[in-house]
């Protein structure tokens, strides 16, 4: 089992940054990938960004050059720079885990790839 607690989450004009962190348990981050999804009102949860255990980055299209996903492998913790933040990425953004590292860029892209999940922060972006 894999705790996952978020951080980071609030209330930010259209333009302005954020900085979400992920906190897991366990001895074995590292062979872990991570990733963020978010979830809006009335809507799917979708994959914003991931990092493999190798290190390896991947993003949504819609994040693409705004957002950055990091992780510190000494501090079990992985990190998810948002700048120039737009209404539309108003959501719940959740923490997720899976076991390995994957060449497919899609693999990530789904749901039901990640195995662990937090709780979930909520990020409002509005003037």
């Known amino acids: 089992q894999v705790w996952l607690v978020e951080s980071g989450g609030g209330l930010v004009q259209p333009g302005g940054s954020l900085k979400l962190s992920c906190a897991a348990s366990?001895?074995?981050?590292?062979?872990?990938?991570m990733g963020w999804l978010r979830q809006a009102p009335g809507k799917e949860r979708e994959f914003v960004a991931a990092?493999?255990?190798?290190?390896?980055?991947y993003y949504a299209d819609s994040v693409k050059g705004r957002f950055t996903i990091s992780r510190d492998n000494a501090k079990n913790t992985v990190h998810l720079q948002m700048n120039m933040l737009k209404p539309e990425d108003t959501a719940v953004f959740y923490c997720?885990?899976?076991?390995?590292?994957?060449?497919?860029?899609?693999?990530?892209?789904?749901?039901?790839?990640?195995?662990?999940w937090g709780q979930g922060t909520q990020v409002t972006i509005s003037s």
């Open positions: 997720a885990s899976v076991k390995g590292t994957y060449s497919n860029p899609s693999y990530y892209q789904e749901r039901t790839s990640w195995d662990y």
């Open positions: 366990g001895r074995t981050f590292s062979t872990y990938s």
């Open positions: 990092i493999s255990s190798g290190g390896s980055t």
